[in-house]
């Protein structure tokens, strides 16, 4: 929470204000009460109605201006806890695209997509309670006791008898709260993922008929969060009953002593009236004090949640490495990897010792089997993850002593699994780069994606559906491969990027590749050997090793892989 709280500093002052206006306003509050028992005890006695119109106009006064203050106070309060919520979703967002690859697999996808979203939205909620309830409820205790023991001191003694009891169960239920609100923040990521790998897949989950398989997933999940809510809502709510129990009870006394008291003599009716008044006043802010426990019991999973992220190092830093001599523009020397980290790593390495280098301007082609290690390489060579063993260079200088931005800078990429966003196809290609719409329909031109654009209404300027989802497989490979082009990249990747390309199409990407696109060097990941056959050199992978690299003829000749795969596409 500690981390949170840094963010509330830039507003201290507004807040500080804010604090004032809430306890003016709080004190007027506290004011009624005493004057209605002034003008029952002191005024009305005397039967001059002037008196008892002033002081009136006194209580209709302090009632407006109790008001108008809460109004101010709980708006500043609002405004607070939006600005704050919304620097704070800020930083996380930005740390959320600084983070490694390794580092998305440990959080989840589903966990980070809750914590930017249901975590922030209870620290918002706890930042403005706290401001408006969490000023108003001590001070209406603190205050009504200050008073009605000005009024009446035996009373206030039941009272004061009272609040240990209420503060020992806040302190032994909110004990418990906060674990119980981790775990079911735990079981909305499990839902959230579920949900979004449903609606991700659902064509394909309509297509197989499995709505029925995917709704009893839901429903078990579903069941379970419940659950956790139910447990952690019986818990909280065990504060309101049990308050209530013991101030009715203390309720009760006060009425019993007061009535004595009056009935004696000792008291007036017009105090007992008063401290009653404050004795539901100070009801109300300890149901208020309640509220905020359980909400403050969120907000502190929910900050653990979000600090973990905020506070979580960059595991990919820019290291100091000497420059290794190389005549290679891409050179993988001795590299082993594995998704898996300690002491199973080495009995898991997906990529086990691959060399092999690739001359600035010449193409390479990789192939293989599914899982055999393809899209991984890709995937070291741009250091969304770092290396077990070995090196990879480029240009002599190994990444990870690149700063990771001039890194990335040098690649044209089409990912196996890419995404179109709701914007119009300039700005999918342009991604933010200022690159002109000449040289974004020069690159259309060469991804073979002109003539579907040009058939679109305002071309270009044509606003795509989330995900592309109003076009046709094809025409998103197109376009993600004419966006990886506009920047005229020094390394061009193509993961599966023809593979609802015809071969017709196919080739005449390749070819306006090769034309175009002299002095760049293309690594070309493809399940078809047409796609690579006529590349400069195909690398064959198969269980993260090197089956085989050369040309196409080479590995004919020397590749059984290769030969197999040959046979089962082209002969």
Not at 102 to 131: C, K, P, W
Request: with cysteine; charged share 20%; aromatic share 8%.
């Amino acid at each position: 929470m500690h981390k949170i709280f840094t963010y509330l500093k830039p507003y201290s002052g507004h807040m500080l204000i804010g604090f004032l206006i809430k306890v003016l306003g709080t004190f007027m509050d506290l004011g009624l009460p005493w004057v209605l028992a002034y003008i029952i005890d002191d005024v009305i006695p005397h039967k001059e109605i002037s008196l008892i119109l002033w002081w009136g106009g006194i209580m209709v006064l302090l009632s407006i201006g109790a008001r108008s203050f809460n109004i101010i106070a709980n708006r500043m309060a609002t405004s607070v806890a939006r600005d704050t919520v919304q620097i704070l979703r800020h930083d996380l967002f930005v740390k959320i695209q600084s983070l490694s690859g390794s580092q998305v697999d440990y959080f989840s996808v589903s966990s980070l997509e809750a914590r930017m979203t249901t975590d922030t939205y209870h620290i918002h909620n706890m930042i403005g309670m706290m401001q408006r309830i969490g000023v108003r409820a001590p001070i209406i205790i603190i205050g009504g006791i200050i008073i009605t023991f000005t009024l009446e001191p035996v009373l206030t003694s039941v009272l004061v008898g009272v609040l240990p009891f209420l503060a020992l169960i806040v302190i032994l239920v909110s004990k418990k709260g906060i674990p119980l609100y981790t775990n079911m923040q735990l079981s909305i990521d499990k839902m959230v993922r579920v949900v979004r790998e449903n609606i991700s897949g659902i064509r394909v989950i309509k297509a197989l008929s499995k709505t029925w398989y995917e709704k009893e997933r839901f429903s078990h999940v579903n069941e379970e969060l419940a659950e956790k809510e139910k447990k952690a809502g019986i818990t909280m709510a065990i504060t309101n009953p049990f308050m209530n129990l013991i101030f009715n009870l203390g309720l009760t006394l006060v009425v019993i002593v007061g009535a004595y008291r009056v009935n004696s003599g000792a008291s007036q009716p017009g105090k007992i009236v008063a401290f009653l008044s404050y004795f539901t006043l100070m009801l109300q802010a300890v149901m208020a004090i309640t509220r905020i426990f359980v909400i403050y019991s969120k907000a502190m999973a929910s900050a653990n949640r979000i600090g973990e992220i905020l506070e979580t190092k960059e595991d990919l830093q820019m290291q100091d490495i000497s420059r290794i001599p190389s005549v290679y523009h891409i050179e993988f020397q001795d590299v082993s990897f594995s998704y898996v980290h300690g002491d199973d790593s080495d009995k898991s390495q997906l990529i086990k010792d691959i060399n092999f280098g690739i001359m600035r301007g010449k193409s390479l082609g990789i192939i293989g089997s599914t899982g055999s290690g393809k899209t991984t390489l890709i995937n070291l060579l741009m250091r969304f993850y770092d290396v077990d063993k070995g090196n990879i260079l480029i240009d002599g200088q190994d990444v990870r002593s690149y700063d990771k931005k001039v890194l990335r800078k040098k690649f044209g990429v089409v990912f196996q699994n890419d995404i179109l966003f709701g914007d119009t196809i300039y700005e999918n290609i342009n991604m933010g780069r200022g690159l002109s719409k000449g040289n974004v329909r020069a690159a259309a031109v060469d991804a073979q994606a002109k003539t579907f654009i040009d058939e679109l209404e305002k071309n270009i300027d044509f606003k795509l559906a989330i995900k592309g989802s109003n076009l046709s497989g094809g025409q998103k490979q197109r376009l993600f491969v004419a966006r990886a082009l506009a920047g005229k990249p020094e390394i061009l990747i193509l993961d599966d990027s023809s593979s609802a390309l015809d071969y017709k199409t196919d080739s005449l990407l390749r070819k306006a590749i090769r034309e175009n696109y002299k002095d760049t060097t293309t690594i070309m990941i493809a399940q078809r050997i047409s796609s690579v056959m006529k590349l400069d050199h195909i690398l064959v992978i198969e269980d993260g090793k090197m089956a085989g690299y050369g040309t196409h003829e080479e590995l004919l000749k020397s590749c059984e892989e290769y030969q197999d795969i040959y046979k089962s596409q082209i002969m």
